[in-house]
Protein backbone atom coordinates (compact mmCIF):
# COMPACT_ATOMS: atom_id res chain seq x y z
CA UNK A 1 0.00 0.00 0.00
CA UNK A 2 1.64 3.54 -1.07
CA UNK A 3 2.29 5.96 1.49
CA UNK A 4 0.06 8.76 1.75
CA UNK A 5 1.23 11.94 0.37
CA UNK A 6 1.83 15.17 2.29
CA UNK A 7 -1.58 16.75 1.23
CA UNK A 8 -3.61 13.87 2.36
CA UNK A 9 -1.77 13.82 5.29
CA UNK A 10 -2.45 17.27 5.92
CA UNK A 11 -5.78 16.83 5.32
CA UNK A 12 -6.35 13.81 7.34
CA UNK A 13 -5.06 15.67 10.09
CA UNK A 14 -7.11 18.74 9.30
CA UNK A 15 -9.80 16.65 9.53
CA UNK A 16 -9.47 14.92 12.94
CA UNK A 17 -8.73 18.13 14.41
CA UNK A 18 -11.83 19.60 12.78
CA UNK A 19 -13.73 16.86 14.58
CA UNK A 20 -12.01 16.88 17.87
CA UNK A 21 -11.77 20.79 18.63
CA UNK A 22 -14.00 22.55 16.46
CA UNK A 23 -13.35 24.22 12.88
CA UNK A 24 -12.53 27.23 14.22
CA UNK A 25 -10.36 26.53 17.47
CA UNK A 26 -8.42 24.53 15.16
CA UNK A 27 -4.89 26.65 13.79
CA UNK A 28 -2.77 25.54 10.84
CA UNK A 29 0.33 24.91 13.26
CA UNK A 30 -1.79 22.63 15.21
CA UNK A 31 -2.16 21.09 11.60
CA UNK A 32 0.55 20.76 10.74
CA UNK A 33 2.40 19.49 14.44
CA UNK A 34 -0.30 16.60 13.88
CA UNK A 35 0.60 15.67 10.52
CA UNK A 36 4.67 15.82 11.50
CA UNK A 37 5.02 18.62 8.77
CA UNK A 38 6.15 21.53 8.21
CA UNK A 39 4.40 25.30 7.88
CA UNK A 40 5.82 25.59 4.80
CA UNK A 41 5.15 21.80 3.33
CA UNK A 42 1.18 23.21 4.46
CA UNK A 43 1.32 26.05 2.50
CA UNK A 44 2.75 24.27 -0.38
CA UNK A 45 -0.54 22.44 -1.33
CA UNK A 46 -3.10 24.62 0.82
CA UNK A 47 -3.75 28.58 0.90
CA UNK A 48 -5.65 28.71 4.19
CA UNK A 49 -7.29 25.77 6.36
CA UNK A 50 -10.37 26.49 4.45
CA UNK A 51 -8.21 25.41 1.39
CA UNK A 52 -7.97 21.94 2.88
CA UNK A 53 -11.57 21.32 3.43
CA UNK A 54 -12.80 22.24 -0.27
CA UNK A 55 -12.13 20.45 -3.12
CA UNK A 56 -10.07 22.13 -5.62
CA UNK A 57 -12.20 23.73 -7.75
CA UNK A 58 -10.12 25.51 -10.02
CA UNK A 59 -9.04 22.33 -11.07
CA UNK A 60 -12.63 20.75 -11.85
CA UNK A 61 -13.31 24.20 -13.36
CA UNK A 62 -10.99 23.65 -16.07
CA UNK A 63 -12.23 19.88 -16.41
CA UNK A 64 -15.85 21.44 -16.95
CA UNK A 65 -14.68 24.55 -19.62
CA UNK A 66 -12.69 21.35 -21.37
CA UNK A 67 -16.10 19.29 -21.93
CA UNK A 68 -17.66 22.63 -22.85
CA UNK A 69 -15.22 23.35 -25.76
CA UNK A 70 -16.28 20.24 -27.20
CA UNK A 71 -19.85 20.85 -28.12
CA UNK A 72 -21.38 23.37 -30.66
CA UNK A 73 -24.41 25.54 -30.50
CA UNK A 74 -26.61 22.61 -30.78
CA UNK A 75 -25.72 20.54 -27.63
CA UNK A 76 -24.78 23.16 -25.66
CA UNK A 77 -27.44 22.07 -22.63
CA UNK A 78 -26.63 18.41 -22.77
CA UNK A 79 -22.59 19.48 -22.86
CA UNK A 80 -23.60 20.80 -19.38
CA UNK A 81 -25.21 18.04 -18.16
CA UNK A 82 -22.19 16.38 -19.14
CA UNK A 83 -19.85 18.65 -17.61
CA UNK A 84 -22.13 19.00 -14.25
CA UNK A 85 -21.53 15.36 -13.82
CA UNK A 86 -17.96 15.37 -13.63
CA UNK A 87 -18.39 17.74 -10.21
CA UNK A 88 -21.00 14.95 -9.13
CA UNK A 89 -18.07 11.61 -9.65
CA UNK A 90 -15.34 13.67 -8.18
CA UNK A 91 -17.44 14.09 -5.28
CA UNK A 92 -18.31 10.51 -5.23
CA UNK A 93 -14.76 9.58 -5.16
CA UNK A 94 -13.78 11.49 -2.55
CA UNK A 95 -16.70 10.21 -0.94
CA UNK A 96 -15.41 10.27 2.72
CA UNK A 97 -14.06 13.66 3.22
CA UNK A 98 -17.12 15.03 0.96
CA UNK A 99 -19.25 13.79 3.57
CA UNK A 100 -16.88 15.22 6.51
CA UNK A 101 -16.75 18.61 4.37
CA UNK A 102 -20.83 18.60 4.09
CA UNK A 103 -21.18 17.82 8.12
CA UNK A 104 -18.77 21.12 8.69
CA UNK A 105 -20.09 23.62 5.68
CA UNK A 106 -23.48 22.53 7.45
CA UNK A 107 -22.49 24.30 10.69
CA UNK A 108 -19.60 26.39 10.18
CA UNK A 109 -21.44 29.75 8.55
CA UNK A 110 -17.82 30.96 6.92
CA UNK A 111 -17.63 27.67 5.14
CA UNK A 112 -21.08 27.63 3.83
CA UNK A 113 -20.80 30.75 2.59
CA UNK A 114 -17.52 29.87 0.62
CA UNK A 115 -19.54 27.23 -0.55
CA UNK A 116 -22.22 29.07 -2.11
CA UNK A 117 -19.48 31.38 -3.71
CA UNK A 118 -17.81 28.09 -5.08
CA UNK A 119 -21.61 27.02 -6.65
CA UNK A 120 -21.89 30.84 -7.82
CA UNK A 121 -18.86 30.12 -9.79
CA UNK A 122 -20.13 26.90 -12.02
CA UNK A 123 -23.45 28.54 -12.75
CA UNK A 124 -21.90 31.92 -13.86
CA UNK A 125 -19.71 29.42 -16.23
CA UNK A 126 -22.84 27.51 -17.17
CA UNK A 127 -24.63 30.75 -18.13
CA UNK A 128 -22.18 32.49 -20.35
CA UNK A 129 -21.12 29.15 -22.23
CA UNK A 130 -25.19 28.62 -22.83
CA UNK A 131 -25.69 32.50 -23.58
CA UNK A 132 -22.70 32.30 -26.15
CA UNK A 133 -23.74 28.75 -28.09
CA UNK A 134 -27.45 29.85 -28.60
CA UNK A 135 -25.94 32.70 -30.26
CA UNK A 136 -28.63 35.29 -29.14
CA UNK A 137 -28.66 38.76 -27.63
CA UNK A 138 -30.93 40.86 -25.39
CA UNK A 139 -32.74 40.28 -21.86
CA UNK A 140 -35.36 37.05 -23.36
CA UNK A 141 -31.64 35.11 -24.63
CA UNK A 142 -30.22 36.35 -21.30
CA UNK A 143 -32.94 34.79 -18.80
CA UNK A 144 -33.00 31.72 -20.79
CA UNK A 145 -29.10 31.24 -20.30
CA UNK A 146 -29.81 32.10 -16.83
CA UNK A 147 -33.01 29.65 -16.35
CA UNK A 148 -31.05 26.75 -17.69
CA UNK A 149 -28.08 27.32 -15.59
CA UNK A 150 -29.64 27.45 -12.25
CA UNK A 151 -31.87 24.33 -12.87
CA UNK A 152 -28.62 22.57 -14.13
CA UNK A 153 -26.86 23.55 -10.87
CA UNK A 154 -29.97 23.34 -8.79
CA UNK A 155 -30.73 19.22 -10.44
CA UNK A 156 -27.33 18.51 -9.14
CA UNK A 157 -26.84 19.77 -5.83
CA UNK A 158 -30.05 18.10 -5.38
CA UNK A 159 -28.85 14.89 -5.84
CA UNK A 160 -25.61 15.69 -4.30
CA UNK A 161 -27.05 16.70 -1.30
CA UNK A 162 -29.26 13.73 -1.18
CA UNK A 163 -26.23 11.16 -1.67
CA UNK A 164 -23.93 12.79 1.45
CA UNK A 165 -27.28 12.38 3.84
CA UNK A 166 -27.06 9.11 2.94
CA UNK A 167 -30.60 8.96 1.11
CA UNK A 168 -29.60 8.08 -2.09
CA UNK A 169 -27.88 4.53 -3.05
CA UNK A 170 -27.46 5.18 -6.93
CA UNK A 171 -27.08 9.05 -6.82
CA UNK A 172 -25.58 8.39 -10.68
CA UNK A 173 -29.31 7.06 -11.98
CA UNK A 174 -30.56 10.19 -10.03
CA UNK A 175 -28.74 12.30 -11.62
CA UNK A 176 -29.50 10.95 -15.34
CA UNK A 177 -33.22 11.51 -14.10
CA UNK A 178 -32.85 14.74 -13.30
CA UNK A 179 -30.95 15.48 -15.87
CA UNK A 180 -33.61 14.48 -18.09
CA UNK A 181 -36.10 16.56 -16.09
CA UNK A 182 -33.87 19.11 -17.01
CA UNK A 183 -33.99 18.70 -20.54
CA UNK A 184 -37.30 18.38 -20.92
CA UNK A 185 -37.89 21.78 -19.13
CA UNK A 186 -35.98 23.27 -22.06
CA UNK A 187 -36.36 21.44 -24.90
CA UNK A 188 -38.62 24.07 -26.85
CA UNK A 189 -36.21 26.47 -26.73
CA UNK A 190 -33.24 24.06 -27.62
CA UNK A 191 -33.49 25.42 -31.20
CA UNK A 192 -34.31 29.24 -30.58
CA UNK A 193 -35.94 30.70 -33.58
CA UNK A 194 -36.22 27.04 -35.45
CA UNK A 195 -40.11 27.63 -35.25
CA UNK A 196 -42.63 24.98 -35.71
CA UNK A 197 -40.55 21.38 -36.22
CA UNK A 198 -38.90 18.30 -34.05
CA UNK A 199 -36.54 19.46 -31.54
CA UNK A 200 -34.18 16.51 -30.14
CA UNK A 201 -32.02 17.04 -26.57
CA UNK A 202 -29.54 14.46 -26.19
CA UNK A 203 -28.67 13.22 -22.81
CA UNK A 204 -26.88 9.86 -20.91
CA UNK A 205 -28.52 7.29 -19.18
CA UNK A 206 -28.22 3.89 -18.29
CA UNK A 207 -31.65 2.70 -18.41
CA UNK A 208 -32.73 0.34 -20.84
CA UNK A 209 -34.36 1.88 -24.19
CA UNK A 210 -37.61 -0.52 -23.30
CA UNK A 211 -38.00 1.60 -19.93
CA UNK A 212 -36.61 5.06 -21.23
CA UNK A 213 -38.85 4.65 -24.42
CA UNK A 214 -42.56 5.56 -22.19
CA UNK A 215 -41.26 8.14 -20.35
CA UNK A 216 -39.74 10.27 -23.73
CA UNK A 217 -43.37 9.64 -25.42
CA UNK A 218 -44.92 11.46 -22.38
CA UNK A 219 -42.36 14.29 -23.06
CA UNK A 220 -43.19 14.24 -26.42
CA UNK A 221 -46.74 14.08 -26.26
CA UNK A 222 -47.23 16.58 -23.24
CA UNK A 223 -49.83 19.25 -23.99
CA UNK A 224 -48.05 22.69 -24.79
Known amino acids: ?25 TTVDEITERAGLGRTTFFRYYRSKEDVIFPDHDRLLALVRDRLLTSGRHTALAAVCDAVRLVLLHYLEEAGVARRRYALTSTV ?71 RQVAALFAAHAAPGAGDGTTIVAFRTGQDLDALVPALRRVIEAPE
Open 109 to 179: PALRDREIASVARYQRLFREFIAERMGERGEPASLRAELMAAAVVAAHNHVLRRWLRGQSPDPLREFEDAM
Open 1 to 25: MSKPSPRDRLAEAAFALFDERGYEQ
